[in-house]
């Protein structure tokens, strides 16, 4: 059973930045498309970044040029850089394969991120 542990969380001020990590206890994790999600209160969970086995990116719209995912295979490890944050950033965030793929894990416990003044 693959388990996913996100840390990196916490209340920032408009503007901030946080720097999310998500370690995943998976074989090969190097192949697998990985994505960082969130959710807010009473809003449906959505997909913010993705990276692909061979590192390339795409994002949500709302976040393009202000989050940066990467990953480091060796550690199996999936990041995101949130540059510039804004309230609405404010959620839940969790990582997960990239469930474009078919694939999704059993969700982890997530990262809380508070945009606020």
């Known amino acids: 059973q693959v388990q996913l542990v996100e840390s990196g969380g916490g209340l920032v001020q408009p503007g901030g930045s946080l720097r999310l990590s998500c370690v995943a206890s998976v074989t090969l994790f190097r192949i697998f498309a990985m994505g960082w999600y969130r959710q807010a209160p009473g809003k449906q969970r959505e997909l913010v970044a993705a990276?692909?086995?061979?590192?390339?990116?795409n994002y949500e719209d709302s976040v393009k040029g202000r989050f940066t995912i990467s990953r480091d295979n060796a550690k199996n490890t999936v990041y995101l850089q949130m540059n510039s944050l804004k309230p609405d950033d404010t959620a839940a965030y969790y990582c997960?394969?990239?469930?474009?793929?078919?694939?999704?894990?059993?969700w982890g416990q997530g990262t809380q991120v508070t945009v606020s003044s």
């Open positions: 997960n394969a990239d469930t474009r793929t078919g694939r999704t894990w059993r």
């Open positions: 990276i692909t086995s061979g590192g390339s990116t």
